[in-house]
């Protein structure tokens, strides 16, 4: 079992920043993309940002030069840095990883964590 768990969201005001952790934990041998996706109220879950194992990153045109995407593989972490927050980034934050099992490649997720940010 592969478990991901997202932490560092919070009550932020706009103009803030915040960094988001999200660390995999169980039996597994590689991970290959991580990225983070958002749910925010009245919109369909969107990618913020993935990360590849080869350091290849992409990003949501709305958040392009405000965050950046980052990755520990000693410590199986994918971090997203956000700055200069606007009140649209408010929502919950999923991490989601490609996990390699043995029962094969396996998508994982999160159970998010909630940004706020305030004006």
């Known amino acids: 079992q592969v478990q991901l768990v997202e932490s560092g969201g919070g009550l932020v005001q706009v103009g803030g920043s915040l960094r988001l952790s999200c660390a995999a934990s169980?039996?597994?041998?590689?991970?290959?993309?991580m990225a983070w996706y958002r749910q925010t109220p009245g919109k369909q879950r969107e990618l913020v940002a993935n990360?590849?194992?080869?350091?290849?990153?992409n990003f949501a045109d709305s958040v392009k030069g405000r965050f950046t995407i980052s990755r520990d593989n000693a410590k199986n972490t994918v971090y997203l840095q956000m700055n200069s927050l606007e009140s649209e980034d408010t929502g919950v934050y999923y991490c989601?990883?490609?996990?390699?099992?043995?029962?094969?490649?396996?998508?994982?997720w999160g159970h998010g964590t909630q940004v706020t940010v305030s004006s």
């Open positions: 169980g039996s597994f041998f590689d991970i290959d993309t």
């Open positions: 989601t990883a490609g996990v390699w099992t043995d029962y094969g490649r396996v998508n994982y």
């Open positions: 990360i590849s194992n080869t350091w290849s990153t």
